[in-house]
């Protein structure tokens, strides 16, 4: 059994599980037995939305080998702190792979560790279909501060629709909803990607999986995302803005084929 762990919450977003979610789908194409493990019940709920099975919810990374054997293979994908019990991890379980997000060097003894971009990229591959000319604007998954309100004369004038973060406020589609042409819902996130020929985001992991699948995107820098993560995007041939007075989708970039692979090692690996 291949266990893959994503941690998720209302600062982190969703990130971790657009990559679970990927790898997933493309293991179990392959034949290996997979369970996604999360930590959080809007993760889980949202997950089976996107077409995977329910997951399981744990609390924290350190709660992993509660689940998973010694027998097991384990991938982690979590921001949370490597320590205690955790650090044992690698000689626990038949194998680890730990997915480094961040510009940091990680040290996890046994663990084989994936930089992302560095040693691929990891993304969603969805059926492809004609896509329709329209544009949606995904932020990402929270906007705990409130952010968006700083740019409501902004997106008065590009137009577009609004994906509806799932640890958005309640109340807050009140306000937004002035602002844009729809709200989409978060479960509609491979809908979108299939069916929106523009895609402007402020996140990472949603450039790359729209990028992958043809759309065309730019990507503003509005989380404080590292610069070198924002460098990695310029490299593969995500179009980098700084204002959303630069928003245009009508620039021909043309997609870096080396650096933007998929990490087929996961394959190898688990095999």
Same mark, same amino acid.
């Given at each position: 059994?291949?266990?893959?762990?994503?941690?998720?919450?209302?600062?982190?977003?969703?990130?971790?599980?657009?990559?679970?979610?990927?790898?997933?789908?493309?293991?179990?194409?392959?034949?290996?037995?997979?369970?996604?493990?999360?930590?959080?019940?809007?993760?889980?709920?949202?997950?089976?939305?996107?077409?995977?099975?329910?997951?399981?919810?744990?609390?924290?990374?350190?709660?992993?080998?509660?689940?998973?054997?010694?027998?097991?293979?384990?991938?982690?994908?979590?921001?949370?702190?490597?320590?205690?019990?955790?650090?044992?991890?690698?000689?626990?379980?038949?194998?680890?792979?730990?997915?480094?997000?961040?510009?940091?060097?990680?040290?996890?003894?046994?663990?084989?560790?994936?930089?992302?971009?560095?040693?691929?990229?990891?993304?969603?591959?969805?059926?492809?279909?004609?896509?329709?000319?329209?544009?949606?604007?995904?932020?990402?998954?929270?906007?705990?501060?409130?952010?968006?309100?700083?740019?409501?004369?902004?997106?008065?004038?590009?137009?577009?629709?609004?994906?509806?973060?799932?640890?958005?406020?309640?109340? #807050?589609?009140? !306000? /937004? $909803? &002035? @602002?844009?042409?729809?709200?989409?819902? +978060? =479960?509609? #996130?491979?809908? !979108? /990607? $299939? &069916? @929106?020929?523009?895609?402007?985001?402020? +996140? =990472?992991?949603?450039?790359?999986?729209?990028?992958?699948?043809?759309?065309?995107?730019?990507?503003?820098?509005?989380?404080?995302?590292?610069?070198?993560?924002?460098?990695?995007?310029?490299?593969?041939?995500?179009?980098?803005?700084?204002?959303?007075?630069?928003?245009?989708?009508?620039?021909?970039?043309?997609?870096?084929?080396?650096?933007?692979?998929?990490?087929?090692?996961?394959?190898?690996?688990?095999?």
């Amino acid at each position: 059994m291949v266990y893959l762990y994503a941690y998720t919450n209302f600062k982190e977003g969703l990130e971790s599980l657009r990559r679970v979610a990927a790898l997933y789908n493309e293991l179990t194409k392959n034949g290996i037995e997979c369970e996604i493990l999360v930590n959080d019940y809007r993760a889980q709920l949202l997950a089976r939305d996107w077409g995977l099975p329910l997951a399981t919810t744990i609390e924290t990374i350190k709660d992993i080998d509660a689940v998973a054997s010694s027998e097991d293979i384990v991938i982690i994908d979590s921001k949370e702190p490597l320590e205690g019990k955790v650090l044992n991890y690698g000689e626990y379980f038949k194998k680890l792979i730990y997915i480094n997000s961040s510009c940091d060097k990680v040290e996890f003894g046994g663990a084989v560790i994936f930089n992302l971009f560095k040693d691929g990229t990891i993304f969603n591959k969805i059926e492809e279909s004609k896509k329709e000319d329209k544009t949606i604007f995904i932020y990402c998954d929270s906007d705990y501060e409130k952010k968006l309100l700083e740019f409501t004369d902004e997106f008065k004038s590009l137009n577009m629709d609004l994906y509806w973060g799932v640890y958005f406020f309640v109340k #807050y589609e009140d !306000i /937004l $909803k &002035e @602002y844009f042409k729809d709200i989409i819902d +978060s =479960s509609e #996130y491979f809908e !979108i /990607l $299939k &069916e @929106y020929k523009n895609i402007l985001t402020a +996140s =990472s992991q949603v450039a790359v999986d729209a990028f992958a699948n043809g759309c065309s995107v730019n990507f503003i820098n509005l989380r404080g995302e590292d610069e070198c993560i924002v460098e990695n995007l310029r490299k593969i041939g995500i179009k980098v803005i700084n204002s959303f007075k630069e928003v245009n989708f009508n620039e021909k970039i043309k997609k870096n084929e080396q650096k933007f692979q998929f990490i087929d090692k996961f394959l190898l690996y688990v095999k």
